[in-house]
């Protein structure tokens, strides 16, 4: 009998094995998926450029608003209503765990958009073949354009934001050995450099000799900043922006403004100037009411508001600071006066390093570069107190960037 069972239980699991295949089988095919060959393909260069393009735009609104929440300019405070997330008060201490799941979201979206624009390069490179026409050559100029400018941006958003211990910058790539911020930013100029020959105007090769202006800064080379900035964004170009929708929001808005405000900015903003509108923040109820007032940011009304990632009055601001470095004070206050102007403010008499600091801070609000700032100036890393009337402390953590993140620890036998 017990035989006999087993050989109809067996006959059993395979019927329905079978019937399991053919429900399988009869499956549609999904429709939500594309087939990474499958855009091995010159009619496929613009949906992979797009592709890459939204990596920026996911990769640069939320960098931006948790670098300014580990610098002074933002704050995470219970008091105001919406802030909730615990992952952000680690991040405004500087006490942040590699497990911080808020920095994940960051990390990932830098590394997903590297991703993205280093496999369009190799797409280009080696899969692709484009056609001796007109068509085929503007395929490729935008593939290798888009690929290598933002190849290089993300590089450079790597080294600037993410670090290996608290005050060690850098990154790996593709599960590499750690690599420090002074190489990161070495290769992001490279494939920068390479991309101005595939720029489609001298806006776009103005853009890319912005960024590049920016990267020197950071290293301290003031001299090669302000030479790339004279060549980067002028008077009147517009901004380069990170572009949102209403179905991919805008970071700020949706964590740090009017969407919910979980991160509130310093209240050394409400001072009515122009480049730095904000709002009042809602109290929580209770005792809070009567503590602070709070403040948020007022530039994104809505989700789908644009937010500037470089501009010709950041490089009129890096040859000011150019010029206050070889003691040229009346060409620093040419700069940062045509940067001023652009905002209906009045000229400034006269111009100093605290003076450049503050320009710096108003003019690059919600940018996510005030973090870079205090570390490149030495500027004291300070927090506002949670729940209390503005009382302003030492930053508790020793945290300067952005850990690289526990996942990646774990996947990354090099670290």
């Not at 035989?3 to 019937?19: P, R």
């Not at 595939?198 to 103005?206: G, I, K, L």
């Not at 003031?222 to 008077?235: P, T, V």
Request: net charge negative; proline share 4%.
């Amino acid at each position: 009998m017990r035989i006999a069972f087993t050989f109809t239980l067996g006959l059993a699991l395979v019927g329905s094995l079978a019937a399991c295949d053919t429900f399988v089988e009869d499956v549609d095919i999904p429709i939500d998926r594309v087939v990474s060959d499958s855009l091995d393909e010159q009619g496929s260069v613009v949906f992979l450029a797009t592709g890459v393009k939204e990596g920026f735009n996911d990769a640069y609104d939320v960098t931006a608003l948790l670098s300014d929440l580990l610098s002074d300019a933002g704050q995470f405070n219970n008091c105001v209503s919406g802030s909730t997330f615990p992952t952000y008060g680690d991040i405004d201490r500087g006490e942040i765990r590699p497990d911080n799941n808020s920095v994940d979201g960051a990390y990932n979206a830098i590394s997903e958009y590297r991703f993205l624009a280093d496999d369009l390069l190799r797409r280009a490179d080696e899969t692709i073949t484009f056609s001796d026409d007109a068509e085929g050559e503007e395929a490729e100029r935008l593939a290798r354009y888009t690929a290598l400018f933002h190849g290089g941006v993300a590089r450079y958003f790597l080294a600037t934001y993410m670090a290996l211990n608290p005050t060690e910058g850098g990154a790996p790539i593709n599960r590499s050995a750690f690599i420090p911020s002074s190489e990161l930013y070495a290769e992001a100029i490279d494939l920068l450099d390479q991309s101005k020959a595939f720029a489609a105007s001298d806006y776009d090769e103005r853009v890319v000799n912005s960024v590049i202006a920016r990267i020197y800064l950071f290293q301290g080379d003031l001299d090669q900043a302000a030479d790339f900035a004279a060549d980067g964004l002028m008077e009147g170009d517009a901004p380069y922006f990170g572009r949102y929708a209403s179905t991919s929001q805008n970071e700020w808005h949706a964590q740090g403004g009017i969407g919910r405000t979980q991160v509130t900015v310093n209240a050394r903003f409400a001072d009515g100037d122009p480049r730095t509108p904000v709002a009042a923040a809602g109290a929580a109820s209770g005792g809070c009411a009567a503590l602070g007032p709070y403040y948020r940011q007022a530039l994104y009304e809505s989700a789908d508001a644009a937010i500037p990632f470089i501009t010709w009055q950041e490089m009129a601001l890096i040859r000011a600071e150019a010029a206050l470095e070889d003691d040229d004070e009346e060409g620093a206050l040419g700069f940062a006066n045509a940067a001023r102007a652009s905002y209906g403010l009045d000229d400034l008499d006269a111009f100093d390093q605290a003076t450049l600091i503050s320009e710096r801070d108003k003019t690059l609000f919600t940018q996510g570069l005030r973090l870079i700032d205090q570390r490149r100036f030495g500027l004291d890393f300070t927090y506002v107190i949670p729940q209390t009337d503005g009382t302003v402390a030492p930053l508790p953590g020793a945290w300067r960037y952005l850990p690289l993140t526990q996942s990646e620890r774990n996947a990354n036998t090099n670290l």
